[in-house]
């Protein structure tokens, strides 16, 4: 079915057309380069793979209750509307959440894809733009696993959200080379593998469970390239570059922050914005998980060396300063380890299955 008969909301024009701008750069040394970017490389190649065969597709979804979310996460949850709700209208409240989250997901990804693209294209280091091109490989099946699970086991998609739009632009519309680096693989990508990990940790529903521990393997490598790539570059610019691209953290922030409200969910239920907007303010689960969605962008924005006073000040204000302090480090390897533990144990239980199913043909055999 078209994607544009599933959206609850009417996303306008069916492309979203955003100038480029920046040179397109060639190296012609073909022989030099960081060893730990082209061991990463390596990496990227090697951990290729395909979201039709390494997901377990067949599992069962419920769309009214995908997630396993409970009362207490839904912002609408203690207010004068919650005991108007039935259960049915619970379960299509939990349908439209689960669909706008994952929706954002989904654009967030083809959002990477491009922005990888654009740094094949722009950033002058040949290692680098190696690497780009795995990593652009890699949101494509990002994007391809997250649109499927939308069309076919919630049935619902949401367009794109204001503020996740308008850091993109700004992200793409630069013409510096490392822009797409700090808006995608600092920002956005480090809040939605915040988000990621928050549902992988607490989903008791496996196929969910599956797709984010999968893509979550995947970024944990994307961050590193960021990482090393900016921290780097930045270590050569003067103070006023530097403060340039602090404001451009600061007002990402601000922006991701605001997108997580969900206040177009509310307003499909009948509630209008403004009422809306103070509900996901006045929401305590919402307060925490929006803290706990910066625990991979301030100590990254730290170790790259973006760490002036107004930005410090900034992260005081929304009170996540000493996440800076996090082992960004010890996050990346957990997620990777995550990933391996759920493959062996997936494949476990499928020998078991097979050797069972053997065992019992050939007692069957015998009994003939």
Known sequence: MPTF?????????????????????????????????????????????????????????????????PDEALSLYGTKHWAKLTDKDKGELRRHYASWQFSQFLHGEQGAMICAARIVESVPDLDAKFYSATQTMDEARHAEIYGRFLHEKIGMVYPINDNLQALLGDTLRDSRWDMPYLGMQVLIEGLALAAFGMIRDTTDKPLPQQI??????????????????????????????????????????????????????????????????????????????????????????????????????????????????????????QDEEIAEKLDAERFAAEERERVAEVTEAIEAGRRE
């Open 212 to 333: 984010l521990a999968y893509v979550m393997q995947d970024e944990a490598r994307h961050v590193a390239f960021g990482r090393m790539a900016l921290r780097d570059y930045y270590q050569q610019l003067t103070d006023a570059e530097l403060r340039e691209r602090e404001e451009f953290v600061i007002e990402g922030c601000h922006l991701m922050r605001d997108r997580l409200r969900g206040v177009e969910v509310l307003e499909n239920f009948g509630i209008p914005k403004a009422e809306a907007e103070v509900y996901s303010e006045q929401s305590e689960f919402l307060a925490l998980f929006r803290k706990l969605l910066f625990s991979r962008i301030v100590p990254c924005v730290k170790d790259i060396g973006l760490w002036g006073k107004r930005l410090q000040q900034a992260y005081v204000d929304m009170g996540v300063l000493e996440l800076g302090d996090s082992n960004l480090d010890l996050l990346m390897t």
């Open 5 to 69: 008969e599933l959206y609850a909301n009417d996303p306008g024009d069916p492309l979203w057309q955003v100038p480029a701008s920046g040179a397109a750069r060639f190296s012609w040394e073909y022989d030099d380069g960081r060893d730990r970017l082209l061991a990463l490389y390596q990496k990227g190649k090697d951990k290729q793979w395909d979201g039709q065969k390494r997901i377990d597709w067949d599992l069962e979804v419920d769309p009214y209750d995908p997630l396993g979310t």
